[in-house]
């Protein structure tokens, strides 16, 4: 057996501890979140429970948490579907030159360059100047789409400057009117970016905190409410949270992760079905 060189042994350690670094704090928080009813927030433990998982179920003397967390749900729902159907819109729209077209792409990707607290500041204060209320579903919406409207556009981009028309060009060719050729041709072969996409969209709009912070008005969402939590909680009842959002998100990404292996399934079932046709 061949011996692997040092520098294998250096570059793992290396990685190991990039690792560590990355979800260390996740698992701590993870493991502390598991203290019994007389725990703190540091180590050592004090004892095994589920304590303060249940306490979360129980009415709270602080806080908001699954108000909060509806709101966050509900959200990035709204941001995910709006980012999605905007994307692709815009995805087939820049297939041609248009007059414009550089200029609408280098605003549409800017708000990424801006700091995030700027644009939640820029947002508020312009739904006060117009007279409008400053809410989570309103201007936290709109706040949070320069977050994730341009990784959308980013993706489809990409997308669609390697897509081979000649599927389209096909589909015409059997009759197939602009419609039915994106609705049948265009939007099953490009499922899976369309999966990424409404991943990023959720996802960063789950967890946004700065770009709603100045736009969420009178109601927190849940970053903003465990944010709140950490100056007046003092009990693992805030990691127990910590805990649950994260296997949530993971439950999320999962789902996403799942329907995208789905679909390349169904595509090479499809075309395994079309080929033993011929």
Same mark, same amino acid.
């Given at each position: 057996m061949k011996r692997r060189p040092r520098s294998?042994?250096?570059l793992a350690v290396f990685f190991a501890l990039f690792v560590l670094f990355l979800y260390g704090p996740t698992v701590t928080i993870g493991i502390l979140?598991?203290?019994?009813?007389?725990? /703190?927030?540091?180590?050592?433990m004090n004892g095994v429970s589920l304590h303060w998982f249940r306490d979360l179920f129980e009415q709270q003397a602080v806080g908001d948490i699954w108000g909060a967390f509806r709101r966050s749900l509900a959200l990035g729902l709204?941001?995910?579907v709006t980012t999605v159907v905007v994307s692709v819109m815009a995805g087939l729209a820049f297939r041609k030159r248009f007059a414009g077209s550089a200029l609408l792409f280098y605003l549409a990707i800017t708000s990424l360059v801006i700091p995030s607290i700027l644009v939640s500041l820029g947002? /508020?204060?312009?739904?006060?100047?117009?007279?409008?209320?400053?809410?989570? !579903?309103?201007?936290?919406?709109?706040?949070?789409l320069t977050w994730t409207l341009p990784f959308g556009l980013l993706i489809m981009f990409a997308v669609f400057n390697r897509f081979d028309r000649s599927f389209e060009e096909a589909a015409r060719d059997q009759g197939a009117s602009a419609w039915q050729t994106i609705r049948y041709v265009v939007l099953p072969i490009? !499922?899976?970016?369309?999966?990424?996409? !409404?991943?990023?969209?959720?996802?960063?709009s789950y967890d946004e905190f700065a770009r709603t912070l100045l736009t969420s008005g009178s109601y927190n969402t849940l970053p903003l409410e465990i944010f709140g939590m950490t100056t007046n909680v003092t009990t693992p009842v805030i990691y127990a949270l910590g805990t649950l959002t994260?296997?949530?998100?993971?439950?999320?990404? /999962?789902v996403f992760l799942l329907a995208g292996w789905g679909m390349a399934r169904r595509r090479e079932r499809l075309g395994s079905d079309a080929g033993k046709g011929v």
């Amino acid at each position: 057996m061949k011996r692997r060189p040092r520098s294998f042994y250096v570059l793992a350690v290396f990685f190991a501890l990039f690792v560590l670094f990355l979800y260390g704090p996740t698992v701590t928080i993870g493991i502390l979140s598991f203290q019994g009813p007389q725990g /703190g927030l540091t180590f050592p433990m004090n004892g095994v429970s589920l304590h303060w998982f249940r306490d979360l179920f129980e009415q709270q003397a602080v806080g908001d948490i699954w108000g909060a967390f509806r709101r966050s749900l509900a959200l990035g729902l709204l941001v995910m579907v709006t980012t999605v159907v905007v994307s692709v819109m815009a995805g087939l729209a820049f297939r041609k030159r248009f007059a414009g077209s550089a200029l609408l792409f280098y605003l549409a990707i800017t708000s990424l360059v801006i700091p995030s607290i700027l644009v939640s500041l820029g947002v /508020g204060l312009i739904f006060q100047q117009l007279g409008l209320r400053v809410h989570w !579903a309103t201007s936290g919406f709109g706040s949070q789409l320069t977050w994730t409207l341009p990784f959308g556009l980013l993706i489809m981009f990409a997308v669609f400057n390697r897509f081979d028309r000649s599927f389209e060009e096909a589909a015409r060719d059997q009759g197939a009117s602009a419609w039915q050729t994106i609705r049948y041709v265009v939007l099953p072969i490009i !499922a899976p970016s369309l999966i990424g996409v !409404a991943l990023f969209g959720f996802t960063l709009s789950y967890d946004e905190f700065a770009r709603t912070l100045l736009t969420s008005g009178s109601y927190n969402t849940l970053p903003l409410e465990i944010f709140g939590m950490t100056t007046n909680v003092t009990t693992p009842v805030i990691y127990a949270l910590g805990t649950l959002t994260t296997l949530f998100s993971l439950g999320i990404i /999962g789902v996403f992760l799942l329907a995208g292996w789905g679909m390349a399934r169904r595509r090479e079932r499809l075309g395994s079905d079309a080929g033993k046709g011929v």
